[in-house]
């Protein structure tokens, strides 16, 4: 008995390294919807090691936010946004992501587990009335992935949760 417990505690040991240093896989995110420009202007927060993790998978090679120039990053961080958060029309056709920037996120910046928050704007392919997302950021990785959405139009909010199961919603949006 005392064998199996050395090496169940040896192999947690050798085995932390590689383990997800998070159990909660969430994103949140804030959309607003601009009647004028007829874009979605959105904030999300991700945890760092889960979008290096897919920077890295994606590009085959290692990419980090502190040891990356930020504009390769960031073009690696566009090209993940544009295969996993897409805004589409009724017809399929999907709208640009135009990058805005990002911003680390002070309260989590010394903590095992920082955030960092992916600001860009998504021009609408087409009538508001007929828009869908697709929000799968992280569901490659993780099954248990939650990316809740909360979308503003004008004085109405709605609160939305994308799941590996429902990866894509319809979006309540006025013209």
């Given at each position: 008995m005392r064998r199996n417990n050395l090496i169940a505690i040896l192999a947690a040991v050798v085995l932390a390294p590689w383990l997800h240093a998070h159990s909660l896989h969430q994103s949140t995110a804030e959309a607003e919807y601009n009647v004028k420009t007829r874009k979605l202007e959105v904030s999300l927060t991700v945890f760092i090691n889960d979008l290096e993790l897919a920077l890295i998978r994606q590009c085959e090679r290692e990419i980090?936010?502190?040891?990356?120039?930020?504009?390769?990053?960031?073009?690696?961080?566009?090209?993940y946004l544009a295969r996993t958060f897409v805004v589409r029309d009724a017809a399929g056709k999907a709208g640009r992501i135009a990058w805005?920037?990002?911003?680390?996120?002070?309260?989590?910046?010394?903590?095992?587990?920082p955030a960092v928050t992916l600001f860009f704007e998504v021009a609408l392919p087409g009538s508001p009335a007929d828009i869908r997302l697709k929000h799968a950021i992280f569901h490659d990785f993780f099954k248990d992935q939650v990316n809740l959405l909360l979308l503003r139009d004008g004085a109405r909010r709605t609160g939305l949760r994308f799941t590996s199961?429902?990866?894509?919603?319809k979006l309540e949006i006025s013209g």
């Open positions: 980090r936010i502190d040891k990356t120039p930020a504009a390769e990053f960031d073009t690696q961080t566009r090209a805005v920037g990002r911003e680390l996120d002070a309260a989590s910046a010394k903590s095992e587990d199961s429902q990866p894509e919603l």
